[in-house]
């Protein structure tokens, strides 16, 4: 999307020669080192940093330079900052940019990294330089990356920002690269499927493609899942190129392609046609769409489990008749605003919140307080596929603890 500045450079030749030893000729004497002062680079006189993205809640406001960018004649590549600044609470943000005829959307997202549910909307316009911010995905704590198209060039930055209000649901989205034009010649670069802002990561998934030519010719192969483990609510699909190649000796024109995927017992059928429906934004890939609508895969629900917040952070609880007896024990710590005990998230039972509380405010007192919880748990290390919406959504995880009294 964005390329690198390309500085130029110089290098010695090299003094090595084919069938060279570590010991000199005996014909020769060898030659006097001569030392070659580094260059100094001169300045860019043409390099224009893109300006500061300002981010503002009405009482704070945050000068952010972007990481990644593309302005006039300047591009250049970074990466997000570790630790991003907080623009603090609230549900609503102004997002200014001195440059008219911009276009930006945010993406927000609950954990480190690629983890976590990744949430993207587009923001709505004030005016010729400002656009709003408002809630997106579940209130709690996240990580926003903010993008910025327009002419001249685009922006990225990322900042912290906690909500309180639970913004609208995520739209389910699903695309498919199959089939792609090489100079004037139907090819396959590989296959892959993508289906995200589902309402839950499914625990069981089997998937087909076909790929039907407009000759009523066509090829039928298996999909393989992928999916990073981390990730929520989305899947990513793939087979081997192979397939690709092969749907690409159906024929030429129009290709329908056909989708089955089976998802904890449902089965979903997306469609979509090439070239005629390839996205540019991601040619050649084809938006798929699905009957019966991805929608209908409903959230996995734990109506049992309740989050609420003690000094900003969260505390999940649960009032189960009975439990497990085994012992989850380890060190309490506190991560973007979610508690973990030796790494997983604890739902303590109702009885115990004063023992939450209480970890909570040693743990922010500084001290690293050992515990152990009886009960149960559950992690993707030992096979789960997915975790209660009402902890992920809120608190990355791999594992979670169920607490008993």
Same mark, same amino acid.
């Given at each position: 999307?964005?390329?690198?500045?390309?500085?130029?450079?110089?290098?010695?030749?090299?003094?090595?020669?084919?069938?060279?030893?570590?010991?000199?000729?005996?014909?020769?004497?060898?030659?006097?080192?001569? #030392?070659?002062?580094?260059?100094?680079?001169?300045?860019?006189?043409?390099?224009? &940093?893109?300006?500061?993205?300002?981010?503002?809640?009405?009482?704070?406001?945050?000068?952010?330079?972007?990481?990644?960018?593309?302005?006039?004649?300047?591009?250049?590549?970074?990466? +997000?900052?570790?630790?991003?600044?907080?623009?603090?609470?609230?549900? =609503?943000?102004?997002? =200014?940019? &001195?440059?008219?005829?911009?276009?930006?959307?945010?993406?927000?997202?609950?954990?480190?990294?690629?983890?976590?549910?990744?949430?993207?909307?587009?923001?709505?316009?004030?005016?010729?330089?400002?656009?709003?911010?408002?809630?997106?995905?579940?209130?709690?704590?996240?990580?926003?990356?903010?993008?910025?198209?327009? +002419?001249?060039?685009?922006?990225?930055? #990322?900042?912290?920002?906690?909500?309180?209000?639970?913004?609208?649901? &995520?739209? +389910?989205?699903?695309?498919?690269?199959?089939?792609?034009?090489?100079?004037?010649?139907?090819?396959?670069?590989?296959?892959?499927?993508?289906?995200?802002?589902?309402?839950?990561?499914?625990?069981?998934?089997?998937?087909?493609?076909?790929?039907?030519?407009?000759?009523?010719?066509?090829?039928?192969?298996?999909?393989?899942?992928?999916?990073?483990?981390?990730?929520? !609510?989305?899947?990513?699909? #793939?087979?081997?190129?192979?397939?690709?190649?092969?749907?690409?000796?159906?024929?030429?024109?129009?290709?329908?392609? =056909?989708?089955?995927?089976?998802?904890?017992?449902?089965?979903?059928?997306?469609?979509?046609?090439?070239?005629?429906?390839?996205?540019?934004?991601?040619?050649?890939?084809?938006?798929? #769409?699905?009957?019966?609508?991805?929608?209908?895969?409903?959230?996995?629900?734990?109506?049992?489990?309740?989050?609420?917040?003690?000094?900003?952070?969260?505390?999940?609880?649960?009032?189960?008749? !009975?439990?497990?007896?085994?012992?989850?024990?380890?060190?309490?710590?506190?991560?973007?605003?979610?508690?973990?005990?030796?790494?997983?998230?604890?739902?303590?039972?109702?009885?115990?919140?004063?023992?939450?509380?209480?970890?909570?405010?040693?743990?922010?007192?500084?001290?690293?307080?050992?515990?152990?919880?009886?009960?149960?748990?559950?992690?993707?290390?030992?096979?789960?596929?997915?975790? +209660?919406?009402?902890?992920?959504?809120?608190?990355?995880?791999?594992?979670?603890?169920?607490?008993? &009294?």
């Amino acid at each position: 999307m964005i390329l690198g500045l390309i500085a130029a450079s110089c290098a010695a030749p090299s003094s090595d020669r084919v069938g060279n030893t570590d010991q000199p000729s005996p014909t020769t004497s060898p030659s006097p080192t001569t #030392t070659i002062e580094p260059r100094e680079q001169e300045p860019n006189p043409s390099f224009e &940093p893109a300006p500061a993205v300002l981010v503002s809640n009405g009482d704070v406001e945050l000068a952010l330079d972007p990481w990644t960018a593309c302005w006039t004649v300047s591009c250049y590549d970074g990466a +997000p900052p570790d630790e991003p600044r907080d623009i603090g609470v609230g549900d =609503e943000l102004i997002i =200014e940019f &001195p440059a008219e005829g911009w276009t930006f959307q945010a993406t927000a997202r609950t954990g480190p990294g690629d983890c976590g549910r990744r949430q993207t909307e587009d923001l709505a316009p004030i005016d010729s330089t400002r656009h709003r911010l408002t809630p997106i995905g579940p209130a709690g704590q996240h990580i926003i990356e903010v993008f910025g198209h327009g +002419p001249g060039g685009d922006v990225i930055v #990322t900042f912290v920002w906690t909500t309180t209000t639970d913004g609208p649901p &995520p739209v +389910p989205m699903a695309t498919t690269s199959i089939l792609a034009d090489h100079d004037g010649l139907v090819d396959s670069y590989g296959v892959e499927v993508s289906l995200w802002n589902l309402a839950h990561t499914p625990d069981e998934v089997s998937a087909e493609a076909t790929v039907i030519a407009a000759d009523g010719s066509s090829h039928s192969f298996r999909l393989t899942d992928r999916s990073d483990a981390c990730s929520v !609510g989305s899947l990513y699909l #793939t087979a081997a190129i192979d397939e690709g190649l092969t749907a690409a000796q159906l024929g030429g024109g129009k290709f329908t392609y =056909e989708i089955e995927v089976t998802m904890d017992g449902l089965n979903f059928t997306g469609t979509g046609i090439w070239p005629t429906d390839e996205d540019p934004e991601c040619a050649p890939c084809v938006p798929l #769409t699905f009957d019966p609508p991805l929608e209908s895969l409903e959230a996995v629900s734990s109506p049992a489990i309740e989050a609420r917040k003690f000094d900003d952070v969260w505390i999940f609880s649960h009032s189960p008749d !009975g439990g497990d007896g085994a012992l989850h024990t380890g060190v309490a710590t506190i991560n973007n605003g979610c508690l973990y005990v030796d790494g997983a998230v604890v739902v303590w039972h109702v009885d115990s919140i004063d023992q939450a509380t209480a970890t909570i405010e040693a743990v922010q007192a500084g001290q690293q307080p050992t515990l152990s919880i009886g009960g149960g748990g559950t992690s993707l290390e030992e096979g789960a596929t997915s975790l +209660p919406a009402e902890i992920t959504d809120r608190c990355p995880t791999s594992a979670v603890w169920f607490g008993t &009294p």
